[in-house]
Nanobody, 127 residues
């Protein structure tokens, strides 16, 4: 059984919107979205923690909104005004191995420092 499952990716034109959802098998203080474009390193996109703390990469601030559903161990990423440079595989990660931390700290650790992550969902934005 997968520990983390993402859904909601797809193809849209620039300026469009997509909503990604993530479901985790276990409760997690912080959950994160990462993305990786071909030939580029995986980067943190947005984090939401159980206390309501959130953090975003500068490239998505004002366009993306992340929210955590504590009751369902879920994470949602609402992506608006999408740009071609947002094209990437998006991964959800849960449960930072180091324990409780701020959303800003959780955004800047690597996906490998989370206990669980999903298979990814593709987002493609055309110009």
């Amino acid at each position: 059984q997968a520990q983390v499952v993402e859904s909601g990716g797809g193809s849209v034109q620039a300026g469009g919107s997509l909503r990604l959802t993530c479901a985790a098998a276990y409760r997690s203080t912080c959950m994160a979205w990462f993305r990786q474009a071909p030939g580029q390193e995986r980067e943190g996109v947005a984090v939401a923690c159980s206390d309501g703390d959130t953090s975003y990469a500068d490239s998505v601030k004002g366009r993306f909104t992340v929210s955590k559903d504590n009751a369902k161990n879920g994470l949602i990423l609402q992506m608006n005004n999408l740009k071609p440079e947002d094209t990437a595989m998006y991964y959800c990660a849960a449960n930072p191995r180091a324990g409780p931390m701020t959303a800003l700290q959780a955004l800047h650790i690597t996906i490998w420092e989370y206990d669980y992550w999903g298979q990814g969902t593709q987002v493609t934005v055309s110009s």
